[in-house]
């Protein structure tokens, strides 16, 4: 709307506008607030699945480590267990 046709209406027209655009401000500032707390929780949504996928990553170095040590374990009681039956049948010879 232009200036001159602003100036051509009436107080209780001008004023209606004005109620209007404060109503659709106040719609505007609403959804501006809802959105910007969705970007928050997205961004925390972000951020954890970040964490969450590096956490993954240590657990899984963490089990190979284990799982690693575990058959070293095992490789050392198997390895005790045929030196003692080497040394039995040594004996026994």
Do not use: P
């Amino acid at each position: 709307m232009t200036d001159k046709e602003l100036k051509r209406l009436s107080r209780s027209e001008l004023l209606e506008m004005l109620i209007i655009q404060m109503e659709e401000n106040e719609e505007l500032k609403k959804k501006l607030a809802e959105t910007e707390k969705a970007l928050v929780d997205r961004r925390i949504e972000v951020a954890q699945a970040g964490t969450l996928a590096e956490a993954a990553l240590r657990l899984n170095g963490i089990f190979e480590a284990a799982d690693r040590a575990a058959a070293q374990y095992l490789e050392n009681i198997r390895s005790r267990a045929e030196e003692r039956t080497d040394v039995h049948e040594q004996c026994g010879s």
